[in-house]
């Protein structure tokens, strides 16, 4: 009977130990990475059994290319650049036991397939020879809204971006023999999942015909947003983000991130921000899942 009795609690401990997942997680990237400070650990922690240790060695609009000359600098100049100036890369990636290491190409060069070579191998060689343990990621990140002005100066659509911009973190992934991270993806299909779809472009928005509190219409998409803030002259003025992530992009790329780490589904995400009702957080847990799953069948 004791036998019995000792090989239940073996069993159910095994069990439990295949969903208990504690997860240190590092990002080498840009404001496309810090965005995950928002929603991801909550979401994370809501999930029984999982825990989250996230760092960010992060700088705004970082690209590869500059990544890589920051660690060359550190290496070759004894110089202390990352974590605010106060450690370098080398230590960071050395001061704890990190299960992955991310990496991500800035938004601005991410459709431009030959920006990502050497600096992402060189990138990587260098994680895996100062974090052995770690499995490394790449994030494909996203198209900027469809009334950016950056797109019209690069002449291409938003439709254009993503399709360029998948091609070549599909062939970085390739190369570097890594998997991706499909927030680019969930983006896209969040996108064709709302009704009406953002589609304005530059020209059809006059931000200066609004006046304080008023603003455009920013239903239709998970990335931009408008915001009034003082200029220079303390006078209030209207901005248009049409890059980052707005608060529901924000929880689509944490569940992205869930459910491509944590090899889990990211509708068992108990976490729901306090602006989204619970059916709209579920939407885009289970946009979250389908974008995991169509690259996974890649």
Same mark, same amino acid.
């Given at each position: 009977r004791f036998k019995i009795l000792f090989f239940i609690v073996v069993a159910f401990a095994a069990a439990s130990s295949v969903f208990?997942?504690?997860?240190?997680?590092?990002?080498?990237? %840009?404001?496309?990475? @810090?965005?995950?400070?928002?929603?991801?650990?909550?979401a994370a922690e809501s999930v029984d059994g999982c825990r989250l240790e996230i760092g960010y060695a992060c700088f705004g609009g970082c690209e590869l290319d500059r990544h890589w000359r920051y660690i060359q600098q550190e290496e070759k100049e004894g110089k202390k650049i990352y974590g605010g100036g106060k450690s370098t890369l080398k230590e960071i990636l050395q001061s704890k036991k990190w299960d992955i290491v991310t990496?991500? =190409? /800035? &938004?601005?060069?991410?459709? !431009?397939?030959?920006?990502?070579?050497?600096? /992402?191998? %060189?990138?990587?060689?260098? !994680? +895996?020879? %100062?974090?052995?343990?770690?499995?490394?990621?790449?994030? =494909?990140?996203? +198209?900027? @809204?469809s009334d950016s002005?950056?797109? +019209? &100066?690069?002449? !291409?659509?938003?439709?254009?971006?993503?399709? @360029?911009?998948?091609? /070549?973190?599909?062939?970085?992934?390739? @190369?570097?023999?890594?998997?991706?991270?499909?927030?680019?993806? /969930?983006?896209e299909l969040a996108r064709k999942a709302i009704p009406d779809r953002f589609l304005l472009s530059r020209k059809d928005i006059d931000l200066s015909k609004y006046r304080y509190p008023d603003m455009p219409s920013q239903s239709g998409d998970v990335v931009g947003k408008f915001f009034w803030k003082k200029d220079k002259k303390a006078q209030m003025r209207l901005y248009a983000d049409t890059i980052h992530l707005n608060s529901y992009g924000e929880y689509l790329q944490a569940c992205v991130w869930f459910a491509a780490l944590y090899n889990r589904s990211a509708t068992e995400i108990k976490y729901v921000p306090d602006n989204m009702s619970e059916s709209q957080a579920l939407s885009f847990r289970e946009i979250a899942d389908r974008a995991v799953k169509e690259y996974k069948g890649k």
């Open positions: 208990a997942q504690d997860l240190k997680v590092l990002t080498i990237g %840009n404001s496309f990475s @810090r965005s995950l400070k928002t929603h991801f650990k909550k990496i991500q =190409q /800035a &938004s601005h060069k991410s459709w !431009i397939a030959d920006s990502y070579f050497p600096y /992402a191998q %060189n990138i990587l060689d260098y !994680i +895996s020879k %100062n974090c052995p343990g770690a499995k490394v990621y790449i994030q =494909q990140t996203w +198209s900027y @809204r002005p950056m797109l +019209s &100066s690069w002449n !291409i659509t938003q439709e254009q971006m993503y399709r @360029r911009l998948s091609q /070549a973190y599909d062939l970085a992934a390739k @190369r570097l023999g890594i998997r991706q991270i499909p927030t680019g993806l /969930a983006v």
